[in-house]
């Protein structure tokens, strides 16, 4: 008999609260009680066998239904938070119990409302409880090749800057520091390009397109911002990485590429001051 998954029981007898499932223990009073609300509507019959997801009450009391949770012991889930207390917070799972991940298993801070990647796992006390601490129960991908275009979710961001991403919430990814320059939160999704696969079978992640895709569209960036702003920008060769990377979300050796191909072209210059467009 596992908590937190699906179990066979034969149906033992049938009172005015709903069916109780035989435990086999030889005791009646340790049969599970499967409510009504909990059946279904279904009828059933004693000595019938039928398959129940086994969970925890608020009095700690083994409960059976026969609604299929959003994810079971041992399982990577994205759920919802539904409520936040001084203890923890509750995730919507599916059935009448919400899930609940203690402080100490946040890394981070939980929003209600948001969605996240949680792990599964039933607790000392044989509750169920989640925790976001779940890159060692990604696994490593198989089958996937450089240039693949996948979705992943942000489920751990680092002091380094280096982000932890759940390729399709169950594929080890990682996206180190130079390859994303958009801001990315925990819980989100994006769509993210392989640009290498490490021995391990870690993917290693990148949101740029290829260097010439992303040199146009930088080009076309840089050209609406100065039509946007008169025609000057500050903006130049000798700017900071921080502030090309704050206003046009990439590097400043991209940034310098794509300013070099619109000197080239004719279409702006640059001085100590900034760039000027010319057309």
Known sequence: MQVGDYNKFKISRKTKIGYYLDAETGDTKDDILLPFKESLEKEFEEGDEIIVFLYRDSKDRLVATLRDPLAKVG??????????????????????????????????????????????????????????????????????????EVMGTICGLYRSENVIVAVEDKYKGIMLKNEYFIKVRNGEKIKLKIKKVYEDGTLGLTTRVTGKEERTQLQEDILKYLKENDGFMEYNDASSPEEIKEVFKTSKNYFKRALGGLMKSGLVTQDEKGTTLLK
């Open 75 to 148: 399982d990577l889930a994205y759920l919802k938070v539904k409520d936040n207390s001084q203890i923890g917070a509750f995730l919507e799972i599916g059935i009448d119990r919400d899930l609940f991940v203690p402080l100490k298993e946040q890394k981070y801070r939980l929003q209600e409302g948001d969605s996240y990647l949680f792990y599964v796992y039933e607790d000392k006390t044989g509750r169920l409880a989640g925790t976001v601490d779940v890159e060692e129960h990604l696994q490593m991908g198989e089958g996937y090749k450089v240039g693949d």
